[in-house]
């Protein structure tokens, strides 16, 4: 019954800027670890962030984007979103949140503990 759906996609320049936005029905964001991952074609999906459920609210960014993205929440409008700036082209991907029930998802972005999924947002860095 828990929905993500993602927003904010496009096309974008090198050293650019997108904000991602993924709205959540049917869990409360505070109260989940939702995590935001990507898929290159030809590539397997990874782990790009994640925050945690409160009061800890741990953030954690894969090396490849760590100083250019920032995860946060808004629980009024219960929206996790992704700030990307600084762009890259190899940052070129679907752009997936995901959540699970899993307490496990605290310390994991390994996508095959997220049980629910966004369909997805095409970024595409590129001049």
């Known amino acids: 019954q828990v929905q993500l759906v993602e927003s904010g996609g496009g096309l974008v320049q090198p050293g650019g800027s997108l904000r991602l936005s993924c709205v959540v029905s049917g869990a409360t964001v505070e109260y989940y670890t939702i995590g935001w991952f990507r898929q290159a074609p030809g590539k397997e999906r990874e782990g790009v962030s994640r925050?945690?459920?409160?009061?800890?609210?741990?953030?954690w960014y894969a090396d490849s984007v760590k100083g250019r993205f920032t995860i946060s929440r808004d629980h009024i409008e219960n929206t996790v979103f992704l700030q990307m700036n600084s762009l890259k082209p190899e940052d070129t991907a679907v752009y997936y949140c995901?959540?699970?029930?899993?307490?496990?998802?605290?310390?994991?972005?390994?996508?095959?503990?997220?049980?629910?999924w966004g369909q997805g947002t095409q970024i595409t860095v590129s001049s």
């Open positions: 925050i945690s459920t409160t009061p800890d609210s741990a953030i």
């Open positions: 995901a959540t699970d029930m899993n307490l496990k998802l605290q310390v994991s972005s390994d996508p095959k503990d997220y049980g629910y």
